[in-house]
Structure formats: C-alpha cells, structure tokens
C-alpha cells in the first residue's frame, strides 16, 4: 500500500506541475477572466464582480487577513514579484523581492487575502485580468504590482470610486511596475473596471482609465482592454489619469490634430482587440448572458457592456464561468469523434475541453486555442476562482459574500465565505504549492479531481456533476436561511454572535466541499480505473 501511495503521490504531482508548466509558454496574457454585474442587472440586487486567477504560479492558500492600526511612520514592504526559477520535481510558483516600501495607513480594514486580495469588510470588492498592453510602457522603476495595489486598495478603501482616486494617487505617488491590467472593482452600489499600463521605461507612475457598468448592464474582461473612447466631463461613468492624453501623444501612438477621436484601448493595447483567446470569451459571455443581441463571434469589438436578457442570478454566473464552448462549433472536442453503439457519430468520451497543444495536435482538433490563439473561460489551469456579491440591503456583516472556487471551475465547486469571517477552514489557508501532493491542502482534492475528471471527460464528468452539484445547490439553499438568522442577530445588537455564526458556516461548507472532491476522486479512481 505504501509503495502504492508514493506511485500516487509521484502521478498526481507531476500531472499538476506539467498543467501547470504550459501557461507560462503558451498562455502569456491569455489568464484571468473577470465579468461585472451592476444592482439592476442581478437577479438579488447585488452588484458583482469575479476572477479567475489563471496563471498556476499564484499561491493556492487563503485567509482572513484582520484589520490592524499602525503607529505614525510604520511603513509597507513593497515586492517585485517575477517567475521563481523552475526546481526539478518542484511546482512552478512566483517569488516576491522586496524592492522599497511606503508609508502604512494608520488603520486598515479586514480582507479576504487570496492571491489577488478581493473582498473587504465594507463590501469593497476587486476583480482581476491581465492585459499587457504595449511593451514601450514596462518600467519597472515603480514599486506597485497589481497584487499589491489590491491589498492596498481593501486595507484602505470602502468605496469603488474611493478605490480608483486612491489607486490614482497611490499610483502617480510610487509608480506601477506591473503588466498592464484590469481591476474590476465594486461597492454596494456600483461596479467600476479600471485598466493601468506603466508610464514607460525608466519613468515612475502610471497611465489609466476607468469605466462604470450601467446599473442594468453586464460587462466582461477577459486579457483584453474594453475601455475604448471615454467622456471625462461624464464623472458619473469617467475617470482618468492626468496623463491619458498626453502620453499617448508623446509616444505617437494617437494625435489629437488629427480629429479621431482618442481610443483608450488602441492606443495603449491595440494588440488585445486582436487577440481571439481575448474576443471569443468576450462574446461567450453575452451570448450566455444576452443571446438575443446575436453579436457575431468573429467580431473584432463588442460593447463594452450590455443589457442581459433577464436578470442575473448567483446561478448564471457559476454557469458561465464554467462554460468551454459546449454546443457551439467553437468546442474544442468536437473533432475527436467515435461511433456509438447505433453506429452514430459522437465526441468521444476521450476527448476533453482541457488538451494540451501535443494533443490537439496529435488529433488534428480545429478550435483549440493553443493551435489557433483561443481558449474557453473554463481552463484547467485556474488556480482559484472568485464571484464576489455586494449587497445594500443588508448590513457588511452579512452583505459581503466571496463564492470562492478552487482550480478547474468547470469540475469544482464554489464555496460562500463572507467577507467578515474570522477565520478559514485549515486546509483553505494551506498552499497546496509548497506541500506538493497532500491531503492537508484543499486545492490538491480539487486539482486531483480535476485531473482524474479530465482523462475520460465525456463519461467522468457526469459522476462529478452527480456528487457536487446537489452540494452547491445546498449551499446556495442553506445561505439564504444562515443570513436570515445572522440578520436577526444582529437587529438583537448581537453582532459577534451573528459573524460567529458566518464563520461557523462557511468553514463547514469549505470542508464539506473538501471532503466531498477528495470521496469523488476516490470514486472515479475506483469506478474507472480500468477503463483508461
């Protein structure tokens, strides 16, 4: 049994490290997928935003990082993070160099500290995907990433539009030293996103945009600047840094002589418009969410946010992110075909949304993004995955509400942790990328099952189905009848009873979800171990 064990343990290793090698070579600037929800447009009256982090070299932990107060001139570390160096038999994975540090705010709030930090204990929410934008505007003189400016952002902002000034300020102050990306950032009441590019080689600050969702609209990022021309007088909807003209002038990539009007995303990211991994999930996204718009999907521009056909539930959302083109000519399976017992042609169990670029190869698969620059909003390289609720209608305590998902969406499970929470279920706050292979680290129950799910897709698939989603309907049942009696308790002046029982919840469901992935690899390990 031992030797059994280690043969195990050395499989599912080595299969999480050679998904997670393949990113970094053939998905540079094609990670992360974030869509935003405004009040109107949600089905409860939330406003949403969401994430997922798919670059799997993100650490695979998370916990409740408390509010803290700092004495006048305590300072903040600030890191360079960069590719760690590749380790034989070791999982690919950043690390940070500390390059400086900025003054620390004399209180921050609490927050939800995954990778990208996303949730606060005011219902101030972020989002996060990578767009890149023109290589001219790298500097690396500036001392904030985009993970930094998250945790920034939710240690000292309560507000969306709060947030965008101070990334403004924080920005111009100490320079950005990152990629070019997109926050999308929410409130209680609004959701904003918001693109930054560096100012250019050897120069300190930053140069961005941002753009409000209508209430009643959905909107998308998916690697790909959508903010296109934009209305500084409109305060309502527009915000910019001081230079978004000017530097754009100066580097000549736009002139205002010239009478066209100025186009933020082609002037600063012209290559993302072009990018189909980018474009397709922009319209996978509204024709789930807006089929009656029939945006073609060859289209080079989308708007850049839409009315959805009806309101947009919890439901919708997880159902979105775990789409791969199933049912559209853009599926990449559907060229791996078998015949069925009545001699009809069909995909075959074999094949998966999930292959690598030798496999789709091998099978001559038309519609894969590592062959022809796509990829679905489902990808087996998401380390985690956020959809994260704001709600006016309830106090922060139970407003704030983080479904947090971990690797492959399309064979996980999204489990409720409000943002006020004490704590974190142990294997939650593990890094499965330190551990390597172990049972102590919830993504590691995910990620094998995630694994196992995809080497005969087509019949695996409906066991994983079978097993979580009665779990996540619970979930979603049981949430609403904890928060009526949270709610309840804190009407009572009973606030640490009620965010007790928040945490209470949320640790059970985060170890339900656990327990139940790790029964199921169990499952399919058994049931289908001799048909590989």
Request: with cysteine; hydrophobic share 35%; glycine share 6%.
């Amino acid at each position: 049994m031992k030797k059994v064990f280690t043969l195990l343990l050395a499989f599912f290793t080595l299969n999480a490290m050679a998904q997670s090698m393949s990113p970094d070579e053939e998905t540079q600037g094609m990670e992360c997928t974030t869509i935003t929800v405004g009040k109107k447009a949600s089905k409860d009256g939330s406003v949403m935003t969401s994430h997922t982090d798919d670059s799997h070299r993100t650490r695979t932990n998370v916990w409740v990082e408390p509010a803290r107060d700092y004495a006048k001139g305590d300072m903040q570390k600030m890191y360079l993070r960069r590719w760690a160096p590749k380790v034989e038999g070791k999982m690919p994975k950043y690390e940070n160099i500390e390059i400086g540090e900025i003054p620390q705010a004399e209180h921050t709030y609490q927050f939800l500290n995954t990778a990208y930090p996303c949730m606060n204990e005011k219902q101030l929410a972020i989002g996060e995907s990578t767009i890149g934008g023109r290589k001219e505007l790298q500097s690396d003189s500036g001392l904030v990433d985009c993970q930094r400016l998250c945790m920034l952002l939710l240690q000292r902002c309560s507000t969306a539009r709060q947030a965008i000034r101070t990334a403004g300020e924080l920005l111009k102050e100490y320079g950005w030293n990152d990629a070019g990306e997109c926050l999308t950032i929410a409130d209680k009441n609004e959701v904003w996103h918001l693109e930054i590019y560096g100012p250019g080689k050897g120069k300190r600050g930053a140069v961005w945009a941002a753009q409000r969702v209508p209430d009643d609209h959905i909107a998308v990022n998916a690697n790909a600047s959508t903010i296109k021309e934009i209305n500084l007088k409109d305060k309502d909807y527009f915000m910019a840094s001081d230079n978004v003209y000017s530097l754009a002038e100066e580097m000549g990539w736009w002139s205002k002589k010239s009478g066209k009007p100025f186009n933020f995303a082609y002037a600063y990211a012209p290559q993302s418009r072009t990018m189909l991994a980018c474009r397709r999930r922009e319209w996978r996204v509204y024709d789930l969410l807006a089929p009656s718009l029939k945006l073609d999907p060859n289209a080079e521009n989308y708007p850049f946010s839409v009315k959805p056909d009806s309101l947009v539930s919890i439901e919708d959302m997880m159902r979105v992110f775990k789409d791969y083109y199933e049912g559209t000519e853009y599926d990449m399976r559907k060229n791996l075909t078998v015949t069925d017992k009545e001699g009809k042609t069909v995909i075959s169990p074999l094949a998966n949304p999930f292959m690598k670029a030798d496999e789709l190869a091998l099978h001559k698969v038309n519609g894969g993004w590592h062959a022809l620059g796509e990829r679905s909003i489902a990808v087996h390289f998401t380390v985690y995955a956020t959809i994260l609720q704001c709600r006016n209608d309830m106090p922060d305590e139970v407003g704030g509400l983080c479904w947090l998902e971990l690797d492959n969406v399309a064979s996980s499970i999204y489990v409720p942790f409000y943002a006020n929470i004490t704590d974190m279920p142990e294997t939650y706050k593990t890094c499965g990328r330190e551990t390597g292979f172990s049972r102590k680290a919830a993504w590691w129950a995910f990620n094998r099952l995630g694994t196992l799910a995809a080497k005969r897709w087509g019949d695996i698939r409906k066991t994983v189905d079978a097993d979580l989603k009665p779990l996540q309907a619970d979930f979603i049942k049981q949430r609403a009848d904890i928060e009526t009696q949270a709610l309840q308790l804190i009407q009572e002046g009973k606030r640490a009873e009620a965010i007790k029982l928040l945490t209470t919840f949320s640790n059970q469901c985060g170890n339900a979800a656990v327990d139940k992935a790790w029964e199921t690899g169990d499952l399919i390990w058994t049931t289908f171990d001799g048909r590989w």
